[in-house]
């Protein structure tokens, strides 16, 4: 049984980011923390999907780099994904609850 990837969410760091991918039948198609330099080398690898990341200073260069790959991204606002966070606070978690919150209908993305 092959699953689609359905959502990606990313923890922007400064150096490295976090990133927590989602199947479509809501089980972790992976988990990984990637260097900030290998951003395209790691998408071009997965299928294109919704891939979505909280709204800061490099969101936006970060989204037409994966918008020029062919993905979908969302840029959301860090008020809508504290509600999906679960356990303590941290880049895995965080990245985990943007992956949630960008499927969500009627959010607002930036």
Known sequence: ???ELLSV???IG???MHIVGFNDDGSYAFRKKIRRLSLVD????????????EACMSAHFVSRTLRKLGF?????AAKYTKPFVKGQKNDYNDAEAVA?????PNLNYV
């Open 14 to 16: 400064k150096d490295t």
């Open 9 to 11: 969410g990313i923890d």
């Open 1 to 3: 049984m092959t699953t």
């Open 42 to 53: 790691t998408f071009e690898k997965l299928p294109r999907c919704i891939v979505g990341m």
């Open 72 to 76: 979908d991204p969302r840029i959301i």
């Open 100 to 104: 949630e919150a960008v499927l969500r």
